[in-house]
């Protein structure tokens, strides 16, 4: 079966639904089922190799102008299915996309699969209605994000049937490595730990990801800051965070690793005392940098929209990230030296915590006491 793949976003673009692409495209391709092809924006990346799957770079736009040479490349290539991943970093114009799908599906003919790696917007008007069209437009929809049909307004259903959407839960895009007591010292020697907790970010530093509150959150007599993913010198986020490790407490105390391979950045995960992800939009099982910490079973700390606790499967920690978001200044800083507290008991405790009891309350879904052995824990009792 031939697959084509759109995403406006593909490797080595910084992008996390471009990673979650070429993760995909690869396993498709692998199994020896599908003959993979992906259509990205363009880019001057590293020469095509032999290996599948064979990747188009070519998309200078993704207006609807644009329509005409992705309707060639289609007739060319006959694929039998066309997926579209939505949204990413490299679309500049969603209308287009729209268009695109809808040229696939209907002038075509061609059956068309969509991956959704946001919420539906609550309101269906300026660009979110493209992004509603694109969803009409799908022969089926492919969602990472849990309870996303619930989410839909009512009077939308009848054109959004339930039986379009499929759950997908994301996955690691690490491999999981298993260091010694004596390797992960070693490892956090080389990350210049070697006196201190290592609190690790990995993945793409954005704003909305809250990588700065880290700054605020952990302490620089107790810890030791490691920024895992790419920096760039051109963006001015990216040099704030700089200035940030350079300067007062933390300097000497933070570092930035840059764009590593994928093994380095997994020993690097193990090695952590914790991963932090105080997204001010709220984590969850949808991101992927998550699931990389977890499958290391490193200590996961994130912030949730919904609720506070464990994660469905005592996977991680999270915390009401409402308040990182308010309108009044001191009620802002009053949570962060709230959550910074909390955050050092939880992260000095989390090694000596005897999970077994925890693992038999998570396979009973008795969280209300997963919640109270876990406090007793922290408060010493």
């Known amino acids: 079966m031939k697959v084509l793949l759109i995403s406006g976003s593909y490797p080595p673009a910084q992008c996390g639904v471009g990673d979650y692409t070429a993760h995909l495209a690869r396993a498709l391709s692998r199994s020896g089922e599908f003959e ?33 040479e992705v ?77 996303f049909y619930e989410r839909i307004r009512r009077l939308l259903k009848p054109i959004l049937p339930q039986r379009k959407f499929e759950f997908i839960s994301n996955a690691s895009v690490l491999p999981k490595i298993a260091l010694s007591a004596s390797e992960r010292d070693a490892v956090k020697r080389e990350a210049q730990c070697a006196n201190g ?105 994130t912030t949730s929209l919904e609720r506070n606790g464990y994660g469905k499967k005592g996977e991680y920690v999270c915390f009401d990230v409402h308040p990182f978001r308010p309108t009044k200044v001191e009620h802002w800083l009053a949570h962060l030296d709230n959550s910074r507290r909390t955050f050092l008991r939880l992260v000095e405790k989390a090694r000596t915590f005897d999970d077994r009891k925890a693992q038999h309350l998570i396979g009973d879904r008795n969280y209300a006491a997963l919640d109270q052995l876990v406090l007793n824990h922290l408060m010493g009792k």
């Open 197 to 301: 907790r290592l609190i690790v970010f990995f993945g793409f530093s954005f704003p909305h990801k809250g990588v700065d509150l880290l700054f605020r959150i952990a302490d620089p007599e107790e810890h030791c800051l490691l920024f895992i993913g790419p920096v760039s010198p051109d963006d001015a986020y990216h040099d704030k965070l700089r200035q940030l490790a350079a300067t007062g407490p933390w300097k000497g105390r933070a570092a930035f690793t840059g764009f590593i391979g994928s093994e380095q950045a997994a020993r690097l995960l193990a090695a952590a005392d914790a991963a932090v992800f105080p997204y001010r939009t709220g984590g969850g099982i949808w991101n992927s940098s998550l699931h990389a910490a977890m499958v290391q079973d490193t200590f996961v700390l």
């Open 36 to 68: 993979v092809s992906v259509l990205t924006s363009f880019s001057p990346a590293p020469e095509q190799s032999s290996s599948a799957p064979v990747v188009f770079r070519t998309m200078h736009t993704w207006q609807a102008q644009a329509i005409g």
């Open 71 to 147: 309707e060639g490349l289609v007739r060319r290539l006959k694929p039998d299915i066309v997926h579209v991943q939505f949204p990413t970093q490299g679309y500049d114009d969603w209308k287009g996309v729209a268009a695109l799908a809808l040229a696939v599906r209907r002038k075509l003919r061609i059956p068309l699969v969509v991956t959704l790696h946001e919420y539906l917007p609550p309101r269906f008007v300026g660009k979110a209605f493209w992004m509603y069209l694109l969803a009409v437009a799908a022969n089926r929809i492919v969602v990472v994000r849990p309870g």
